[in-house]
């Protein structure tokens, strides 16, 4: 059974950036599609970015497009969401998430995924 752990979540003001890390123990994280999911206060919990298991295919949900970036290291089973001109709109807690998973496919939809995070609380201030 994998078990994920999430840290890098904060408070910071708009137009600022963190580095999300979300770190795997249980099985070689490179056998999973990851993702990384956000949840706001009364909102369903959304899709944010995706990454295969070799790192060479990555998908981000429009709202962060250019603005994020997902990456892996599965030498340390290690996945990372950079997090760039933040919004107060992406205040959220941030889950990292995934599913065993060789595919073309970027995985969307939150019911594929076998094993979740904690969370981590991001805040951005206006």
């Known amino acids: 059974q994998v078990h994920v752990v999430e840290s890098g979540g904060g408070l910071v003001q708009a137009g600022g950036s963190l580095r999300l890390t979300c770190v795997a123990s249980?099985?070689?994280?490179?056998?999973?599609?990851m993702g990384w999911f956000r949840q706001a206060p009364g909102k369903e919990r959304e899709f944010v970015a995706g990454?295969?298991?070799?790192?060479?295919?990555?998908g981000y949900s429009d709202s962060v497009k250019v603005r994020f970036t997902i990456s892996r290291d599965n030498a340390k089973n290690t996945v990372y969401l950079e997090m760039n001109s933040l919004k107060p709109e992406d205040t959220a807690i941030y889950y990292c998430?995934?599913?065993?998973?060789?595919?073309?496919?970027?995985?969307?939809?939150?019911?594929?995924?076998?094993?979740w995070g904690q969370g981590t609380q991001v805040t951005v201030s206006s």
């Open positions: 998430a995934g599913k065993r998973y060789a595919g073309p496919m970027i995985l969307l939809d939150i019911n594929t995924y076998e094993f």
């Open positions: 249980g099985d070689t994280v490179s056998n999973y599609f």
């Open positions: 990454i295969s298991g070799s790192g060479g295919n990555t």
